[in-house]
């Protein structure tokens, strides 16, 4: 399979990413409507079960992916006049690409579970109306994932970029391992948020699970939508971090697209999974910059040394079992309390 040989091109695909996003939203819909239609706070055993139903439909969703690529390639004329291109081989390829993609943005997601905890936290919302705020900024998610992956893909065409980001990544993962521990946020002194409140009043207190409401005839933003705000805004920083990251694993749009949106739709229940125990891996900071050193250095150089690419059954081996390793560690080596607390 040549480097530049695109498996699946917009012009031909489109009909499939409209398909796929016709099934988020409607597991979406059956999850905000049916299952989630009174709020309430969310359990550890509820969050479990529905963690093993989004997994799940990833792994299902790849193998069926799988068997439509054994399908589908052998009949594409315009593969089939690659020289040397064996669509079984392609076909097993793209489907291990498509897990090392979920697993990386699903590792790198508990980072973001930190700063949720912070921030539903801080603006004090209320158990039973944390899923509709985690929900809404999957929606949002969706859209800036979306541009981010379209820009992406059209930026790799050159080489520049390539190395570029490569070298970002390394740099990105550096200082995940030893950069220190972050300060706490204050979402009041982030810009967009300042210039929020200047245009739009903001409630004093919440007003059931409303994003806004009238009072005195004006229409007034309450803190659970400022606490929405942030989080997309959060998110956007994630995604400079894991969009180049999965292109540094594939080269195909579609793939990102698809195992990224799947990785951001098992984050709430693995928000309201892991929320009370994120300090316990404490080590997994030292896994994730691993892991984004190696993606990075495996756009760069590895896949050049490798004959234009590294084994994608090496990088899936390398990934999980250094975040597997990482989260072992932290549960045998427990972080030490600190004095006075």
């Known amino acids: 399979m040549t480097p530049d040989l695109r498996l699946f091109p917009f012009a031909e695909y489109w009909p499939f990413y409209a398909g796929f996003l016709l099934l988020v939203f409607v597991l979406l819909a059956i999850d905000l409507g049916v299952f989630h239609r009174k709020a309430h706070a969310v359990s550890m055993h509820e969050a479990a079960g529905w963690s093993v139903v989004w997994v799940s439909l990833a792994l299902l969703f790849n193998v069926g992916f799988y068997h439509f690529m054994r399908f589908r390639f052998p009949r594409d004329p315009r593969l089939m006049a690659v020289p040397g291109f064996d669509p079984e081989k392609a076909a097993l390829q793209t489907a291990l690409e498509f897990l090392a993609g979920y697993v990386v943005e699903y590792s790198l997601s508990v980072d973001n579970i930190f700063v949720f905890v912070v921030v539903l936290g801080y603006f004090a919302v209320p158990a039973a109306y944390q899923h509709r705020v985690l929900f809404f900024g999957i929606l949002g998610a969706l859209v800036f994932r979306a541009i981010f992956i379209a820009l992406g893909a059209y930026l790799l065409r050159f080489e520049w970029v390539v190395w570029l980001f490569g070298a970002f990544l390394v ?32 409630t004093g207190g919440f007003h059931g699970q409303n994003f ?15 606490a929405l705000l942030f ?8 995604a400079v971090d894991s969009v180049p990251a999965i292109f540094g694993l594939t080269k195909e749009p579609f793939v990102v697209f698809t195992s990224n949106i799947f990785a951001i739709l098992g984050l709430r229940n693995l928000y309201f999974l892991l929320a009370g125990a994120v300090d316990k891996f404490h080590y997994l900071k030292y896994g994730l910059g691993i892991v984004l050193v190696f993606v990075g250095a495996k756009m760069t150089l590895l ?10 059954t090496w990088s899936l081996a390398i990934i999980i079992g250094t975040i597997a390793a990482s989260i072992a560690v932290s549960l045998v080596f427990p972080r030490k309390p600190q004095e006075g607390s």
């Open 303 to 312: 896949n050049r040394l490798f004959g234009g690419h590294f084994p994608i």
């Open 212 to 226: 806004f409401v009238r009072e005195a005839g004006r229409l007034h933003a309450t803190p659970l939508f400022v």
């Open 231 to 238: 989080l997309e805004m959060t998110d956007i920083v994630f």
């Open 171 to 202: 740099v990105t993962g550096v200082r995940m391992m030893f950069g220190g521990e972050e300060g706490p946020v204050e979402p009041h002194e982030r810009f967009i948020i300042r210039k929020f409140r200047q245009h739009v009043p903001v």
